[in-house]
């Protein structure tokens, strides 16, 4: 069994997926198609200390979160949080694919002393209890490209003391919206729970508490 690569910033996310250097060193918007990692034995396995929200199509591989497939079948949007085990598999077949799409990085030090930093536990679809991407009609997705793109057009543009809450304040609203979609998605499509780690997660959870 192979060795996670741990990841603990955006720049090293960026240097694992054979990219160019970010704009900005706790938050970044990654254009999919453009990402080029090198497999080993035909496997990525990581472990990253920051948030990733990706929206994207053609994917390459199988993915794993922790201990289970991750379902991508009718999915488009994933998140992924601190701290836990993600792997893809590269099938061969796979690599002649065209992926497209983006992948939104946030470090938790950029949330530092945002009620955000504090709340976003609350969004269950960040951890290992939900294992299905969300899909999302024409409509949604374009309702999350344009918060990507308000993201992305603030941390290039003149940083000045406002920036920091107005992309908190997006990532907030996207944060919303995905709830929105997977309360949505829940009750058309039955989610594979991930048992043990959940119990596992809540029981650490009240106990550090």
């Known amino acids: ?55 994207k199509r053609n994917v390459v591989g199988k993915y794993r979160y922790g201990q289970e497939s991750y379902d991508f079948d009718e999915g488009l949007m994933t998140f992924f949080s601190p701290e836990q085990v993600i792997s893809v598999k590269i099938i061969e077949e796979d690599m002649k694919s065209n992926p497209s799409g983006w992948i939104l990085a946030i470090h938790p030090d950029f949330l530092f002393g945002s009620p955000l930093a504090a709340n976003i536990k609350k969004y269950s679809f960040l951890n290992y209890s939900v294992s299905e991407a969300l899909f999302l009609s024409e409509k949604e997705e374009n309702t999350i490209y344009e918060i990507l793109q308000n993201i992305k057009g603030e941390y290039q543009g003149n940083l000045d003391q406002f920036s920091q809450h107005i992309i908190i304040s997006q990532l907030e609203l996207l944060l919303n919206y995905a709830e929105r979609f997977y309360q949505r998605q829940f009750l058309t499509r039955k989610i594979s729970n991930h048992q043990i780690l959940d119990r596992l997660e809540t029981l650490l959870e009240n106990y550090l508490a």
């Open 1 to 55: 069994m192979s060795i996670p690569v741990r990841l603990k910033s955006i720049s090293e996310l960026h240097r694992f997926n054979n990219i160019s250097a970010p704009n900005h060193p706790l938050v970044s918007l990654i254009d999919y198609s453009e990402i080029k990692p090198t497999p080993v034995n035909n496997e990525l396995k990581w472990v990253q200390e920051f948030y990733t929200i990706s929206i």
